[in-house]
């Protein structure tokens, strides 16, 4: 099943949660929507599922105008980021649930639906909950029975809202491998919401990074680490230096300082240097781009992070590989080995 | 933290004096009765028949007030509309209007002249001073109870259960047959219950209505007014009795039914 | 392939496929039919306008249908002033026993743990339950010429029954539990730490009380005296059956409707239920501001 979105525009009073999406999902794809609170992630997810619709745009699953359909004609497996189970339905009636409410002409017979159930529940590896309540459950078991019960309806795509942001930290990295294995399984193609970087980048083979009601870009978790399209996603993902400097005349200044980078192609004007902090390779003073000096150092295992006042005045960290240890008051020079300059 | 002992010593005899020992010399008269004589007051045509008129109605009109608590509920919580909170204020003035207040007007409402009984009268119905007007009364007084126990439960219900029963394919009816209600079950009986003690003991507002007579539209409380009058105070206490102990189970019942509800709240 | 779904896209024109949306769109997973929508409010407003409202208005309908002069002279009578102060002295004495009283047992209760709290709020929530004519009862069994304490309290010439005392008591029953119910939830939200603090900075247990608990509380207070005094100024059953109806001694203001009511003097009667409804519409206003205040008292708590 493919998913099209083109130019989905939608306002919750004068603010702007969708300005403009265009997106395509290939069937069996697993794509991570990624963004901070207010990006409008879970806005373009739940129009997707038929829970909202757009002020304009459309939305194709498998070629078919779906914003035709309800939600409940649409065939989607929606998992709520607060799971939504029916507190006063066992794990087992929670399952069931949509099997039961089709429509008689297709309602499946008793012995089909149990057996149905049984297997969701096997997939899912909580056979042994059928008889609990949600109130009995853990964090981590209730989001795999909200997961079961949106595949009980064999679902053409599933949607995931922050499928792990109410668990803790521990039950969250366990479970991302788990959805991995298990979509890896299913092949059934899913969108899942997020803010967690990390979580992106693990899990998706695809990942849409989102702010403001737009797309920033998309790509691979590695395209999108390692050649952020624009500066909020170089911001946004990874640990990054971010300077402002002024291109003019093919030189890249920061305050009154040229820097020895290249700036081939760059539009003058202000404008920000991102490095990621483990990019920036320390010299004796004199080398590189930058100088500055060390105000504190700390270890974290295989690198060590310094605080760098840089002779400009700004202040940065780095993370510099463990060998040639730094120290407080140390002047030493900086040179990014990779470094992105955005315009604006 | 200091004052335990004080607050609770006060809060005891306080407790003791005004409420406990009055209720237990209530009970301490009923043993004066022999089992025999207490089943002979009970099973008087005319006590019978009081008790029945009472409980009777009283369960007709919670089941009223179930029904029409649930969609003035529903209309309050889930739609706009001029006058909503007007409305929603307006709720409260059962609990607020004195029950003889409540009695006098009503019975001049459902009078054969009054404002509705001369429609109703035209049409051939008959409301005040038959057993009708008993469960106009009760109506009336049971109002407020199912509403204020289940709104707060539908305003907090999660938007998204209803969204994940409409995505897995549920109708709107199935909705709120499958999930809606079963959520709200608990405060439902809760009103329920608490509608129906309160209509079993309701004197003030019904007996104006009522029209009074012994047994047809001779309400349990009244019965016991009248015993008091003649001073047979075995017959009086007996009938208490039997209504005090009903209410004790109504209340034990709520108290369980509100643990189950709040068993099922998940702990997030 | 393609062309076939571009096609079957392109066939409906846009006009067509926005209808669609729309209608899809209003088929809102948690709403119901416009149809149903104006029914159900239709019927709820209906409900409500037949059995509360027009009970209401008729009362001030009938208290002014000879006009304000009948009206007022009504009021002036006698006996009306008499029932009138007798029912504000009943209110005081059981209002304020009740309040000392609820701000009493919602510490015991709410500041402190012990064993079988659940149950000694059910015991003090007891009277909401008990047929008004009960509590009655119980006092003409105690007090009574037959009951417990009936024949010491004749020779000790004590009037409790059919007297000032009697009703007071009656109605301190059917409102007892007012004050406490409106205090216990609003301190247990509130803890013990603010009362702790001052403890261990030297305050004494009733300095605590006046300079911390109460300024925490006093709408809840509030709240609490006020669906109070609307109860015990109202209340008719129990007093009915302690006050003897006196005429112009032991008749409270609702006694009074009801004897006037009986005499088929109705505008006398529909003026003093005037003056009560006045009471419960005030009552009902100030109980949404309260209400008002104490959940912006509860979101200062809450950040």
Known sequence: MTIEVKNLVKQFGSFKALDGVDLKV????????????????????????????????????????????GARERHVGFVFQHYALFRHMSVFENVAFGLRVQPRAVRKDEATIRRRVKELLDLVQLDWLADRYPSQLSGGQRQRIALARALAIEPRILLLDEPFGALDAKVRKELRRWLRSLHHEINVTSIFVTHDQEEALEVANRVVVMDKG????????????????????????????????????????????????????LVSGASRLFVRRHDMLVGPPGSGAFEGAVRHVRNFGPVQRAEVALSGGETIEIDAPRGRELRAGDTIGLEPRRYRIFTG | MPGFGLTMGLTLTWLSVIILIPLAGLFLKSLELSPEQFWNILSSRRTLNALRVSFGLAFAAACVNLVMGSIIVWALVRYRFPGRRIFDAIVDVPFALPTAVAGVALTALFAEKGWLGAPLAALGIKVAFTPVGIFVAMIFIGIPFVVRTVQPVLQDLDPEIEEAAGSLGASRWQTIIRVILPSLAPALLTGLALAFARAVGEYGSVIFIAGNLPNVSEIAPLLIVIRLSEFRYADATAIAVVMLVVSFVIIFAVNRLQRWAQNRIPAR | MTMQIADSVSLSSPEARARAHAAAAR????????????????LAMIFLTVFVVLPLALVFAEAFSKGILPYLSALAEPEALAAIKLTLLVAAISVSLNLVFGLVAAWAIAKFEFPGKTFLITLIDLPFSVSPVISGLVFVLLFGAQGYFGGWLRDHDIQILFAVPGIALATTFVTFPFVARALIPLMQEQGTQEEEAAISLGASGLQTFFRVTLPNIKWGVLYGVLLCNARAMGEFGAVSVVSGHIRGETNTMPLLVEILYDEYQFVAAFAIASLLAMLALITLIAKTILERQLDEGQDVNDH
């Open chain 1, 214 to 265: 737009r797309i920033e870009q998309i790509g691979s978790p590695d395209d999108v680490y390692e050649t952020p399209a624009t500066a909020f996603v170089h911001g946004f993902i990874g640990e990054s230096i971010e300077l402002p400097v002024r291109v003019e005349g093919g030189v890249v200044r920061l305050g009154d300082r040229p820097l020895n980078l290249a700036a081939d192609g």
């Open chain 1, 26 to 69: 290939d069937s069996g794809e697993l794509l991570a929507l990624l963004g901070p609170s207010g990006s409008g992630k879970t806005t373009l997810l739940r129009i997707v599922a038929g829970l909202d619709w757009p002020d304009a745009g459309e939305v194709l699953i498998n070629g078919e105008d779906a914003l035709a359909q």
């Open chain 3, 27 to 42: 088929n809102n997973l948690r709403s119901e039919p416009r149809a149903v929508r104006i029914a159900i409010i239709a």
